[in-house]
């Protein structure tokens, strides 16, 4: 039954298996059907609509969710692409074992209970997990993680994941908070390529999966959270060819002293050295965020701002105060502010009332109109944009005032509507960023209307800080292309 | 007519006047009375119950809103306190000098279209409103602004403002984000002493209210919107008194160059220069925030963190990676993480299945519990506190994926009850912090737990770098205070 190729699978080869595998076998699928439904991995198949075979392995079964179960990994006639392991941890090198002699070409181990323990027992187990594919075929992700999300492979780690395939590539060696900036980034309207949790990384690692990604024509932007590397000149030389064709952001935690005693409990990575980091983003042109909500706001800016090496920014929004903020803002995180030209200030002098106190040299303040955006606030945002100097338009909107002050609260396709139909003729890219305050109405209108806004190919963002940190961010990214390879 | 005192009244007399006015003069007020209902001087100070006398001025009419209405200031029998200004600018002037000769102790000029137009018209206007103030007692706040709000004297710029008071008093040149931010900050469940909008700050202006709220018992915070000062000097000595016996916090707006270009179209303030405000923050212990939703969560750390002087947080959250950043994001932000004694593990081990993957070093991972916030969430609460290193705890919780996985929806009641029978037993402060995710009820539902925590008297955040943030500046400020004084 042991059926090793006489040569190793390239990486290329690994990961067409990894993401779009044949056949899978499940270890620890449950006779409760109920259950395994409900939570199992069976189940998780199933329901998201995996097109291949499905193999449910349980000795005292005959059939799980009707398909025929099978007692062992050998016990199965045809040949397996990928096994997914959700047993005690005692019993997994067994079948790892198994599957090795199967010729089971990748293991996703879900069971925890390994070397992130920090435990002698823990340690060990890995080891003769590792002991078992060493000189094989067999490749393995984990263990301690829950694997893969691939809409087109129909492979899922979670039941609510979107069955639509996007764009975005993710690498997680945290499961739980991959699992939840999936759930979130879907839930901002935007989708996935390729998503992997590979946890300890025993064998697949991220320098494999970013290879990979680089040159993969469903990905266009790569996301990963990292704790540690186990091949730090193969990760900076995988980034450095990936930076060249697609944005690569970066959340590396346990940076900090602090981050990285946390980092030894969570994944045993070893500590990170933030000065080899910071050299790494400086080399690399790779996108550094430091939290969850940071990362989001960076996929969206680099999946919906075409190229930008600009940083002048023409503001429109209403506020004065909220004006002399965001030009702070804009200038803190790197962009400036440059005063209109006197020729774009006469004609917004038209379009505002600038004598009883709107502003008219950046930020416009232009009037909303209380029936949502106005054709007045529309044209604002175009004769902006034709200034010039300015290399994009931001602006800011404040909803719960119109709603708690001026009692509008249809204003979601009003908006959308004129945004994207002034986005039609826009001669520079667009950026809507909106002020949240404590309303929960509003909190659900503002994540309608940007999931729309997104969806018709606007960048939109939660906070204004939020926007001019991604887009800043965005900047320099494509700076650093320019100067280094164009 | 004219009843000017012999000697001018001090600081602490006009305040008391601008914030208790025995009676209240409205120009402008309307014969609509729904309208004046709605929108006008009177119909606002009548619905948030002043209980002075109240004047409107129309020439028109004979009584507005059931009061008598009088066609001058000089018509009205008694003495007024306080006049409010809602008239075309061009009117402003007259209406002053009428003011002034009555003997009216504060006028608040509503109207705008002032120096803060840039427009000579405007600027000439604001002179002559200058002149006939000058020499008299008369004190005069705006042009250009919202003026006062003040529940327990009755006053207020917005309906919807809490007629309950509290303990911040909050002084801005901005008037729109004044208003909006004390909405979001009722919101939150925060209550204000005084609040001033003051505009263009032609008589009275930042200085003379730091002054007196340093020293009002009304007020344990205050709080700084600035674009530009009359008086540096001034208001450097006011705000070194005021940090020495209560936290003051200050967002200085146009402090970079595209900053500065915005503050001068809004209130024709001159530009801040950077090295003098960062001399300022370092010389008088105030703590600088850089928008509305830090400022808000400053209030929130001041007001309901006792004084705290160290910067070593036991943190208590579940989700590895989630554990990792937010011990980045302490360091980052000032604050340490260190490694729980050897007791202080044990003790948890016993709390949580550290074998199976849980962290207990720092942070400890602890099961939240499907039904809520579990007995042994809140005694690992306990635990931490006990830890002689840690100075205080800090709890992080994603409530969107209790409510998403496991169909927890009423998870509220609980974990409030919860935290404020633990928060009585506990020896170190506790700080609260949210992940929200994008669903909306979660959203009402953080929401509804924060304002549950904060009036129980537990710092609540909306977001973990909200948190670590807004404690890490309230420690720094509290340790300036014992450096500097005691």
């Given amino acids: 039954m042991v059926t090793k190729t006489p040569v190793s699978p390239s990486n290329q080869q690994v990961m067409e298996v990894v993401f779009h595998p044949k056949s899978v076998a499940v ?22 609509g995996y097109k291949g075979k499905l193999y449910p392995i349980n000795p005292g079964a005959s059939e799980i969710m009707g398909l025929k179960a099978y007692p ?7 040949e397996v692409d990928y096994a997914i392991v959700n047993l005690p941890r005692e019993m997994v090198p067994g079948v790892v074992q198994d599957c090795v002699e199967k010729g089971v070409k990748v293991v996703h181990v879900y069971s925890a209970g390994f070397a992130e323990t920090g435990t002698e027992e823990g340690k060990k187990l890995q080891d003769q997990v590792k002991k078992a594919i060493t000189g094989s075929n067999t490749r393995l992700i984990g263990p301690n993680c829950i694997g893969v999300y691939c809409p087109s492979g129909g492979l899922t780690f979670s039941m609510d994941s979107s069955k ?38 025993l064998d697949l690692g991220v320098e494999d999966f ?3 990604s680089a040159t993969d ?101 209403r506020g004065g105060g ?10 803190r995180n790197g962009l400036k502010v440059p005063r209109f030209t006197q020729e774009i200030q006469k004609i917004l002098a038209t379009l505002t009332a600038a004598d009883s106190g709107s502003t008219i040299t950046n930020p416009a303040e232009i009037g909303f109109g209380r029936e949502g955006v106005s054709k007045t606030y529309a044209e604002g945002l175009r004769v902006v944009a034709s200034d010039p100097q300015i290399d994009f338009v931001l602006t800011f909107l ?17 908006l959308v509507n004129a945004f ?62 320019e100067a280094n390879y164009e």
């Fill in 27 to 48: 270890f620890g699928a449950s006779r409760d059907t109920k259950k395994e439904s409900s939570s199992g991995w069976v189940g998780r198949l199933v329901h998201f």
């Fill in 72 to 78: 062992s990994i050998k016990a199965i006639p045809d």
């Fill in 164 to 201: 639509e395939a996007g764009e975005i590539a993710f690498f997680t060696q945290t499961g739980t908070g991959g699992r939840q900036l999936v759930s979130r980034a879907n839930a901002r309207g935007l989708r996935f390529s390729k998503v992997v949790s590979y946890g300890n990384a």
């Fill in 210 to 212: 970013v290879e990979y």
């Fill in 217 to 317: 024509n469903e990905t266009k932007v790569i996301l990963l959270y990292v704790e540690g590397l186990k091949d730090g000149s193969r990760f900076f030389e995988a980034i450095r060819r990936a930076t060249k064709v697609k944005p690569v952001i970066v959340l590396a935690a346990g940076l900090t002293e602090s981050g990285a005693g946390a980092a030894a409990s969570h994944t045993a990575s070893l500590a990170g050295n933030q000065q080899v980091w910071r050299a790494f983003f400086e080399q690399t042109g790779a996108i550094q965020v430091e939290d969850f909500d940071e990362a989001i706001e960076q996929l969206v800016a680099s999946l919906k701002i075409p190229k930008l090496t600009g940083n002048k920014v023409g503001l429109v929004g």
């Fill in 322 to 331: 909220l004006g002399v903020i965001t030009s702070d803002m804009c200038e």
């Fill in 398 to 414: 404040y909803p719960e005032m119109y709603v708690v002050e001026f009692g509008i609260t249809n204003w979601v396709d009003g």
């Fill in 420 to 481: 994207l139909e002034v986005n039609k003729t826009m001669p520079k890219p667009m950026v809507v960023a909106f002020v949240q305050g404590q309303n929960a109405d509003v909190f659900k209108d503002i994540g309608l209307a940007g999931e729309h806004l997104l969806r018709g190919g606007i960048a939109c963002f939660p906070t204004i800080q939020a926007a001019t940190k991604a887009v800043a961010k965005l900047v320099n990214y494509y700076r650093f292309i």
